[in-house]
């Protein structure tokens, strides 16, 4: 009796597992642990969003988690070390059009110094 108990527990647990996509995973320190990627020479936010966040246009993301250390998000410098953050599907398009209006050039940059 008591080893049908752990048998059904054990599907119970393997099928919220199977539910949230962990399947195989197991949760360790290190897959909790922040992603960080260092800047290398030539690397844009762009350049870097699209390789570790799979979409350049979700460079805002970048800049906004890393704002202690990127003051102009045309900037970005070898050896800087990135935080790069999650971004949840249903904050993907708020992003999107804020890179837009950040890379849009304002009234200023149009008249001349």
Same mark, same amino acid.
């Given at each position: 009796?008591?080893?049908?108990? #752990?048998?059904?527990?054990?599907?119970? /647990? &393997?099928a919220g597992a199977a539910a949230s996509g962990s399947v195989g995973r197991a949760q360790s320190p290190e897959a909790a642990a922040p992603r960080v990627h260092e800047v290398r020479p030539g690397e844009?936010?762009?350049? #870097?969003?699209?390789? %570790?966040? &799979?979409?350049?246009?979700?460079?805002?993301?970048?800049?906004?988690?890393?704002?202690? $250390? #990127?003051?102009?998000? %045309?900037?970005?410098?070898?050896?800087?070390? /990135?935080?790069?953050?999650?971004?949840?599907?249903?904050?993907?398009?708020? /992003?999107?059009?804020?890179?837009?209006?950040?890379?849009?050039?304002?009234?200023?940059?149009? $008249?001349?110094?």
């Amino acid at each position: 009796m008591r080893r049908l108990g #752990i048998w059904l527990l054990a599907v119970v /647990l &393997g099928a919220g597992a199977a539910a949230s996509g962990s399947v195989g995973r197991a949760q360790s320190p290190e897959a909790a642990a922040p992603r960080v990627h260092e800047v290398r020479p030539g690397e844009t936010l762009w350049t #870097i969003s699209a390789r %570790s966040l &799979g979409d350049p246009t979700l460079w805002a993301a970048l800049y906004h988690a890393n704002r202690d $250390q #990127i003051k102009d998000p %045309s900037r970005v410098y070898p050896g800087q070390r /990135l935080s790069i953050p999650d971004v949840p599907p249903g904050e993907a398009e708020a /992003l999107r059009r804020e890179a837009e209006a950040l890379a849009a050039p304002g009234p200023a940059s149009s $008249q001349a110094p």
